[in-house]
């Protein structure tokens, strides 16, 4: 028995054919920045100048990009921070306040899960040493990353103007100080009392 071949060519087999070879051919894509600078480098009419204007184009492009994401993170990460209550007790002010301690356990997990990261710079002493500087590199997974400062005098005093600690200890309470307030103003974060009048609010205290 010889058995009929179908011909690809007949009319119910023809759309069926350009349907497969449709599916073979590689699609046209554009170019990235890096394949168009990369083939510009290739061609010899090109001169070194455009090629530096190519990259400079690239590298505007990628901080854009880092910037963006930078801020749809911080954004989110914000979002997700809770007001963290004041539990710790000044005895000289009379007023309580939220430790450097307290608030990096609220916030540091939840900046870094949205990959933040901080940098510190050694403070700077300013002028006759009263002073000094606490600053800091915000940095993001995407590559961007902002400085933000915050200056502040030594604490060598008491609430009645007379030294109570050495240099050393002043130094350190200052930096405490400013790096905990550096970092509310950083996520925009929201110190409170237990007894202010937000009863819905999820609270996180020092325990």
Same mark, same amino acid.
Request: negative net charge; charged residues 30%.
């Given at each position: 028995?010889?058995?009929e071949q179908?011909?690809l060519l007949?009319?119910?087999?023809q ?16 170019l ?17 100048a ?17 910037r963006?994401?930078?801020y ?5 990460c914000?979002?997700e921070?809770k ?11 009379n ?16 900046y ?7 940098m510190?710079?050694? &403070? ?11 600053s800091c ?5 995407s590559?961007?990353?902002e &400085?933000?400062?915050? &200056?502040g ?7 009645k ?5 050495t240099?050393m200890?002043?130094?350190?309470s200052?930096l ?15 110190l409170a009392d237990?007894?202010?009048?937000n009863?819905?609010a999820?609270?996180i205290?020092e325990?």
């Amino acid at each position: 028995m010889i058995m009929e071949q179908t011909s690809l060519l007949e009319p119910d087999n023809q759309l069926e054919t350009l349907r497969i070879v449709a599916e073979r051919v590689e699609k046209p894509r554009e170019l990235t920045t890096t394949e168009m600078i990369i083939l510009a480098a290739q061609d010899s009419h090109t001169d070194a100048a455009k090629i530096r204007e190519l990259y400079s184009i690239k590298r505007d492009i990628e901080a854009d990009e880092s910037r963006a994401a930078f801020y749809r993170a911080m954004r989110d990460c914000q979002a997700e921070m809770k007001p963290i209550v004041r539990e710790s007790e000044n005895k000289q002010t009379n007023s309580k306040y939220a430790k450097l301690e307290a608030i990096d356990k609220a916030i540091k997990p939840i900046y870094q899960k949205h990959g933040f990261a901080i940098m510190w710079n050694s &403070p700077m002493i300013e002028g006759s040493g009263t002073k000094v500087n606490v600053s800091c590199k915000v940095i993001h997974t995407s590559g961007h990353a902002e &400085p933000f400062t915050l &200056p502040g005098p030594l604490d060598l005093t008491g609430m009645k103007g007379t030294p109570n600690k050495t240099e050393m200890h002043a130094l350190g309470s200052s930096l405490s100080y400013l790096k905990r307030y550096l970092k509310v103003f950083i996520f925009d974060l929201q110190l409170a009392d237990q007894d202010d009048d937000n009863q819905s609010a999820e609270w996180i205290t020092e325990e």
